[in-house]
């Protein structure tokens, strides 16, 4: 997934969302929005030296998923070791030295997936790690079943969303977090069964709260447009 593709479906996720052109670009959005999420970071291939993208940057060595089937010790992608003799402590360390190369940008069954690791059975992926039957993410982690959604972390089936936390069954909203079956709503902790809602904690079944008050559809869609112009500005 090309930088042009991300920012294009980040214009996509924006304009659903809030119903206004995107004015961010996504490093923009990435200090904005996705600041505190886990995401792959750049490293170097051992082997290579080139540029690759790991969850984790504690090991010292790297080599991505690719490249473990063309090198390893015998430079042929096999990485048995031939029996060795072993009298130490330091010498079992020294053979595992050899093989002890963390993998990168490691994909199963995912196609068109860029500075990612950990992606399972998805497709058009963008510097996220840890994704599960997945479609159109940006910037997200330990996350399944979500589409055209971005700075998604730990939530399960979610859709033209942006900054979910620890939720479940999310769709067209921002910034919800502990939550449950949020549609169209802005600003929502710890609620449930929730319908254009703003800045709404701790409660179930509304429509047209805002701050926990009830409004009007009228009154709603008034102070909802000026939270909109807030949520986008510069």
């Not at 052109?21 to 999420?37: E, G, M, V």
């Not at 490293?43 to 690759?52: A, E, F, L, R, Y």
């Amino acid at each position: 997934m090309t930088t042009e593709d991300a920012q294009k479906l980040l214009d996509k996720i924006i304009a659903q969302i809030f119903g206004y052109q995107n004015p961010f670009t996504l490093d923009q959005f990435l200090t904005k929005y996705a600041f505190d999420i886990r995401l792959p970071q750049k490293v170097q291939d051992s082997t290579t030296g080139q540029d690759t993208w790991a969850s984790s940057i504690n090991p010292t060595k790297f080599i991505t998923k690719e490249n473990t089937q063309k090198f390893g010790p015998n430079g042929d992608g096999d990485w048995q070791l031939p029996k060795r003799e072993i009298n130490s402590l330091v010498d079992i360390l020294e053979a595992w030295s050899e093989t002890n190369i963390t993998a990168t940008e490691r994909h199963v069954e995912s196609i068109n997936v860029s500075q990612s690791d950990a992606i399972n059975y998805s497709e058009n992926v963008y510097r996220s790690q840890d994704i599960h039957r997945s479609k159109n993410v940006l910037f997200c982690d330990s996350s399944m079943s979500i589409e055209n959604s971005a700075a998604i972390q730990r939530s399960n089936t979610v859709s033209y969303s942006i900054r979910v936390d620890d939720s479940k069954n999310i769709d067209q909203s921002f910034a919800v977090n502990w939550s449950a079956k949020i549609t169209k709503s802005f600003f929502i902790q710890d609620c449930f069964d929730m319908y254009e809602c703003i800045f709404c904690s701790h409660i179930s079944s509304k429509k047209y709260c805002i701050a926990n008050m009830q409004f009007t559809e009228e009154e709603y869609f008034k102070h909802k447009d000026l939270v909109v112009k807030w949520i986008l500005s510069n």
